[in-house]
């Protein structure tokens, strides 16, 4: 009777855990048929039989808001990524980790989030079997907050990093198209474009008078110290603390918003001074004209610098040197 009973006992268990067995295999099968390339559409009662134990697959599900009513752009944001997730997964499925991906939106799982004491979204949960390999022995999810845009590749590597080890599906992102085709007419627009106007562009662009200006005007810009009052945010001009204005700022690591276009002034008159006797006067042909000339732009340059000098002598007190008339 006691050997009887030994296997009676043998029996009846045996054929519990495969009923189980039977009834997790029905379960994960049912789920897979519904989850073929989209995350699942859940609600309160199918994401507790989803995550219900027991269980021999593991769970991804994202609790999101996506209802224009609760304001949530973060998830409508991220559940294009979501599904693009789900059906790479699904499409590329391999290896021994199976994975059922769902969606459980508020307006559909109240009492879900009342009971996870959820306060914010969108919010991935990962559940892990609870028998079979990788199961743990609480079942307990991990958890996945989004604070900000998060992509598809973000989410994924996360969701793999607590999966068991073993070859897992590439995340795929389909062509886009409209992208694609848009890239393509604004390329051969560019090469259009590019040819109609060629005979009058190339010759702009490869004249030497622009450049030299373009260059000249540069230089101009940075020896008076445009990009110090950028940076250093200078104010324009100041009092000089007798009811009057102070143009030129004392001392070397001091400069004003007005004396900065001052001296690029100065610089641009002895520069185009320099640049007349060296490359117009000498093609006058007329002599009186040409000698004439010469005396206005001597006269220019030596203004010119003789003011310039005043200025450095101004920001620094103990300058010895000046050229009259300043």
Not at 69 to 79: D, S, T
Not at 95 to 108: M, R
């Amino acid at each position: 009777m006691r050997l009887l009973s030994y296997f009676t006992a043998l029996l009846c268990t045996t054929g519990v855990a495969l009923s189980a067995a039977t009834t997790k295999s029905d379960k994960l099968a049912r789920f897979q048929s519904l989850s073929r390339s989209t995350p699942i559409d859940l609600d309160d009662s199918t994401y507790n039989d989803l995550t219900s134990a027991p269980r021999d697959y593991h769970v991804a599900v994202m609790l999101t808001a996506t209802d224009a009513r609760f304001g949530c752009a973060l998830c409508r944001e991220f559940q294009p990524e979501w599904d693009l997730i789900a059906k790479s997964w699904n499409k590329g499925q391999a290896g021994d980790v199976d994975l059922i991906f769902g969606t459980l939106d508020f307006s559909n799982g109240k009492e879900t989030f009342r009971q996870l004491m959820l306060q914010t979204a969108p919010v991935v949960l990962l559940f892990p079997p609870t028998v079979g390999p990788g199961a743990t022995a609480d079942g307990a999810p991990q958890r996945f907050d989004l604070f900000g845009p998060t992509t598809a590749e973000q989410a994924y590597v996360w969701i793999t990093r607590h999966l068991p080890e073993g070859p897992k599906p590439q995340l795929v992102r389909p062509i886009n198209y409209m992208r694609l085709a848009s890239a393509v007419t604004l390329l051969l627009g560019a090469i259009t474009l590019f040819t109609v106007t060629s005979p009058y562009v190339i010759p702009i662009i490869q004249n030497r008078n622009i450049w030299a200006a373009i260059s000249l005007i540069a230089i101009l810009l940075f020896t008076s110290g445009h990009m110090f009052n950028h940076i250093r945010k200078v104010p324009y001009v100041a009092g000089d603390g007798r009811g009057g204005i102070s143009y030129f700022a004392g001392g070397f690591s001091n400069q004003f918003g007005m004396e900065t276009q001052i001296v690029a002034a100065m610089y641009g008159i002895l520069s185009f001074a320099v640049i007349a006797l060296a490359l117009r006067v000498p093609r006058m042909a007329d002599a009186k004209t040409q000698q004439l000339a010469v005396i206005i732009w001597g006269v220019i340059l030596l203004g010119m610098y003789s003011f310039l000098l005043s200025v450095f002598r101004a920001k620094n007190g103990g300058y010895p040197f000046y050229l009259p008339p300043f």
